[in-house]
């Protein structure tokens, strides 16, 4: 077991209480979808997936310190998300999600001509 510094675990809570917030805010705003949300960096990056769509793409905003300001770009940067993969922002039973072509280890597949 390791123990944290103090500076360590306050880093920790300051990460944990934006992620709350950002993660509550992006399920507000698209609540039939599942939202992976990582804050990281003392609070100044955050990481948004969709983990049935991928754990290797995603989103990454750069924050800036002011909440109102950060939740809004999140919930724009996860509608971008979806929009990018043909996905609806409105109520799904997720077969978009789970009809798209992946390879034999489960991972989404570019069409032929695309990166």
Do not use: Q
Not at 59 to 69: C, F, S
Not at 74 to 87: D, Q, V
Not at 96 to 112: F, H, P, Q
Request: net charge neutral.
């Amino acid at each position: 077991m390791e123990a944290l510094s103090a500076k360590e675990a306050n880093e920790s809570i300051l990460n944990s209480n934006i992620c709350k917030s950002l993660g509550a805010a992006i399920h507000r705003a698209n609540p039939h979808r599942r939202w992976y949300v990582e804050v990281i960096d003392r609070g100044r990056v955050a990481i948004i997936k969709i983990p049935e769509l991928s754990m290797d793409w995603g989103m990454i905003v750069h924050l800036n310190g002011l909440l109102e300001t950060d939740i809004k770009r999140c919930i724009h940067s996860a509608a971008e998300l979806l929009e990018r993969f043909n996905l609806t922002r409105g109520r799904s039973d997720n077969h978009d999600l789970m009809s798209m072509e992946r390879n034999y280890k489960g991972v989404l597949t570019a069409k032929s001509g695309e990166s």
